[in-house]
């Protein structure tokens, strides 16, 4: 019977950055024939990858993944996405994985496949009737990957092809340490020079003075650099990346952002210290850290609730640039829906708050990253200063969080162009039609 | 070493960004800002979606942030793999929004006119100063054609490479989709490449054969295995391949068989697209094979009047004794299309059509200075018509477009440097066409011959599997 099938699979575009919506479409099937459409992933450590979504081809035989249904699987509904956001590794993993790309030269690749009927398991005991290789890349064509390597400075320069010169933005990500440049190469596939820190492996620093200027430094490498545009330099930070951005935004005094954004962050210093001591991995409090019934850790009430004493938090009101701060509020590692409220607080007291922007996504977890990588409600990390191994409880749903990844996405690329992309000048002669 | 020192070294990684941008002058070697005031204050945004497609792939390419109505140059620029350069550009005025969609907008001078989504594709001619007589192919399918796409302010005609650019993307363009494997072969003195699309198949096959030029020429083959067949480039005109003194279809036999026999190939769906003298070993395959028979064929700008039971080499020799047929134009050009005008009514001279048993895709342009390949059609049509078969037969004729048919978006050249391989002699063909009738003809014909293709190729579903209740 599978030699009278024989469909017509196809993925456009076949090469996508990662951001780019793809489509999947099938023809060639019989009339009102039951399909499943699957995705298969192997990551770089390994691990399988899984999507898939239930389909009935229509009267000309065909499924149209961006305008029909999934009836089932692990997603549903019109979904063009579907099989890359809601992918889960396959059964038999190991536990409490995450994927992440570490190696940015090289895309993802994705194998697209159509089964016949409506199936769950078992995906590698049977053919498929058809199968596509799709790649996904955060790295456009021309963008140039640069190591940063400058004393204390450790990271990777991104630069986008093309004369410039460009707007910069500095981006840092958690906790977890580590360089990640992801974020950093879909930015510069943007048109944003983008340096990627990792900030976590350092010398200690001795005074918050030391902190900030060794923070400062990095912005001005950026700053300095031939192709970027001086006065266009904004910050992007999640989670403890973000409280640093907020932290620069607030007390850097010889250098300072266009703008900044703040991904599932909090304006309260962690661990109830000041940031200069947070990465000398002073003792932490962590008496209120909870473990759910599946014994992960949830660190959500730590900084809770929102302290009143100002040492120790990030006085917003010195802020003097445009902020966007974007939040899930299913954050289960964070309190950052009331730290929002509070920074929006302090900002509104001392008359800078038409300075804020806040998007507060409903049923998203902590980890808002780009568009249409898996969701994952917690998954294994290894706590920095203890070297510690535990799950991590991230929170979220798996389809508001993946709407979440999208919109925001759009949103902060939209911010930074505005801020950071000079506005054309008005004076300019115009052509005469 | 510092990072500025780092960045100067590592630039020298990105060859191929590089070579072009040191070429134009664009990056001085002290990174030194644009020094126009006024380039500082528009930075315009240029995007190029998909960022990487596959040759027949549309993308758009957009800019905004610029001022409104502010005059723009779009500009394309390829380095093929000579070492030309290839150009295309198009003037364009921003909206009030301050930008410019190159699928909506219309383009209002320059190498290509009107709304025009891919025009910075095909009409895309040598910078000046090149060589003469070029061609473009991708001989080396294996890598992308990469593209530079920049956007000048006003609207120029020249001097691309004096001036900063006010933004530039890169997009790449295949011939491989991803998964499409490409394996050499040399089998029982067949040569050639054949391509295997992804996933297990079974799938249908298709032998693919170019002109008279010779070689192995794979890009199309590639291209037909990204939308789902496995396909045979076959190389047979080379010294090589012995086959040009062969009196009979046994080369061209076996290599169809090695499609038929790959056990990923449905067995009786294995057709044949040939161009050019490709075409006419194309017919003649399947007119007289004993061994063979294609289940359909697709003959571009080919021709049917050639001795059947000749050799290969005997029917090339044969087409340049008609010397007193052959002209050159004012430009030193050779003129073919006349060798063999007006077409024989002798039925020794030509083909039998009334032996063709599949269904036939002839598609031809009627500026052909090559071969007359529209009054070959309508013969074939008269032909058919008189043996009872012309229901099988289909034809295309595309207005102002020349002999060279080929895949989507590959620019147009009236003529190009050739050379006749028996007398390795060079000369300078006059293909003809006329560059926007002739994109256009590429653009539709290869849709229409991948739907012959599928149409033929690919079994229907069949209609007795039981469906779901819905």
Not at chain 2, 165 to 188: C, F, H, K, N
Not at chain 2, 288 to 293: R, W
Request: aromatic content about 8%; some cysteine; proline content about 7%.
């Amino acid at each position: 019977m599978a030699q009278t099938v024989t469909p017509i699979l196809s993925v456009h575009p076949t090469r996508g950055l990662v951001d780019e919506k793809f489509k999947v479409a099938l023809e060639n099937l019989p009339p009102r024939f039951p399909v499943t459409l699957h995705s298969l992933h192997r990551s770089e450590d390994k691990d399988y990858w899984e999507a898939f979504g239930y389909y009935v081809s229509d009267d000309r035989g065909r499924v149209t993944v961006s305008e029909d249904v999934s009836l089932g699987g692990t997603y549903t509904g019109a979904e063009p996405m579907g099989l890359l956001w809601s992918m889960r590794p396959v059964p038999g993993s190991r536990t409490g994985l995450r994927l992440r790309k570490m190696d940015v030269r090289s895309p993802m690749v994705v194998l697209i496949s159509v089964y016949k009927g409506h199936v769950f398991e078992g995906f590698r005991e049977q053919p498929p009737m058809a199968s596509a290789v799709t790649e996904r890349w955060y790295m456009a064509p021309g963008v140039q990957r640069i190591d940063i390597r400058e004393g204390a400075v450790r990271g990777t320069i991104f630069i986008p092809p093309g004369p410039g010169p460009f707007p910069g933005v500095l981006d840092m990500w958690g906790g977890g340490g580590g360089l990640v440049e992801y974020r950093s190469a879909l930015l510069a596939s943007h048109g944003f020079v983008s340096m990627a820190l990792d900030y976590m492996s350092f010398e200690t620093f001795k005074t918050h003075d030391e902190c900030l200027s060794y923070f400062e430094k990095v912005l001005s490498i950026i700053q300095q650099h031939p192709q970027v545009i001086k006065d266009r330099v904004g910050i992007c930070g999640l989670s403890l990346g973000a409280t640093v951005t907020l932290t620069m935004a607030a007390y850097c005094k010889s250098i300072s952002p266009r703008c900044c954004v703040s991904v599932s962050g909090s304006h309260v210093f962690p661990y109830g210290v000041s940031l200069a001591e947070v990465f000398q991995f002073k003792e932490m409090d962590m008496g209120k850290a909870r473990l759910d019934e599946q014994k992960r850790v949830i660190w959500h009430d730590m900084i809770l609730p929102i302290p009143t004493d100002p040492q120790r938090k990030v006085a917003m009101g010195r802020i003097k640039c445009p902020l966007l701060v974007v939040n899930g509020d299913d954050d289960q590692n964070w309190a950052t829906v009331e730290s929002a409220e509070d920074m929006a607080k302090m900002m509104r007291a001392a008359g800078n708050d038409h300075l804020l922007t806040t998007l507060t996504y409903h049923d998203a977890g902590h980890l808002i990253e780009p568009p249409y990588i898996p969701h994952f409600r917690a998954s294994n990390f290894i706590i920095q200063h203890s070297k510690q191994k535990v799950v991590m409880l991230w929170g979220g749903q798996t389809k508001p969080h993946s709407d979440a990844q999208e919109d925001s996405w759009e949103k902060i690329l939209a911010f930074l162009r505005q801020h950071l992309y000079p506005c054309p000048s008005s004076s300019l002669p115009q052509a005469k039609l | 070493m510092s990072w500025r020192s780092c960045f100067y070294f590592l630039r020298a990684a990105h060859k191929t960004l590089y070579t072009l941008q040191e070429q134009l002058g664009l990056l001085g070697r002290s990174g030194i800002r644009p020094s126009s005031t006024m380039a500082q204050t528009v930075t315009p945004i240029l995007s190029v979606l998909p960022t990487r497609g596959l040759v027949d792939e549309k993308f758009k390419v957009a800019l905004e942030n610029l001022p409104p109505r502010f005059p723009v140059t779009l500009h394309s620029l390829h380095q093929s793999e000579d070492k030309d350069y290839w150009e295309a550009f198009g003037y364009y005025v921003s909206d009030d929004r301050g930008r410019v969609t190159v699928s909506e907008d219309a383009s209002l001078g320059g190498t290509y006119k009107g709304v025009e989504p891919m025009g910075l594709l095909w009409s895309m001619h040598p910078v000046p100063g090149s060589r003469t007589g070029l061609r473009l192919r991708k001989m080396d399918v294996q890598s992308p054609m990469v593209v530079l796409i920049s956007a000048y302010k006003g609207h120029a005609f020249e001097g691309f490479r004096e001036q900063p650019p006010l933004a530039s993307a890169l997009t790449e363009r295949w011939y491989m989709a991803p998964g499409v494997q490409r394996i050499d072969i040399r089998e029982g003195g067949v040569i050639g490449t054949i391509f295997i699309p992804p996933g297990p198949g079974p799938f249908p096959g298709v032998l693919d054969m170019w002109g008279g030029g010779g070689g192995l020429v794979e890009y199309r083959s590639a291209l037909l295995a990204s939308h789902g067949f496995v396909s045979l480039a076959l190389d047979y005109l080379s010294p090589k391949v012995a086959v040009a003194d062969d009196q009979s279809l046994v080369y061209f036999e076996k290599a169809f068989n090695i499609i038929q026999q790959h056990p990923q190939v449905i067995k009786d769906r294995v057709g044949i697209c040939g161009l050019c003298l490709g075409a006419s070993v194309t017919l003649n395959v399947a007119a007289y094979s004993e061994s063979v028979s294609p289940r359909c064929c697709v003959c571009i700008s080919g021709s049917h009047v050639l001795p059947a039971a000749k050799s290969l080499s005997y029917v090339i020799n044969d087409g340049y004794k008609h010397m007193d047929k052959l002209l050159v134009d004012e430009q030193n050009r050779m003129v073919w299309r006349h060798a063999i005008l007006p077409i024989t009514t002798n039925p020794d001279e030509k083909l039998d059509m009334g032996r063709i048993k599949c269904p036939l895709l002839l598609v031809n342009g009627d500026d052909d200075q090559s071969k007359a390949t529209v009054e070959s059609a309508e013969d074939i049509a008269k032909m058919m018509r008189a043996a009872g078969n012309e229901h099988l037969l289909t034809t295309l004729n595309y207005h102002d477009a020349g002999h060279l048919i080929e895949p989507p978006y590959t620019p147009h050249f009236r003529a190009s440097n050739f050379i006749i391989q028996h007398l390795q002699q060079k000369v300078l063909v006059l293909w003809g066409g006329k560059t926007k009738p002739h994109a256009d003809a590429q653009e539709d014909s290869w849709q229409k011959i991948l739907s012959f293709l599928r149409e033929h190729l690919y079994p229907c579903p069949s209609s007795s599997i039981p469906q779901a209740k819905l």
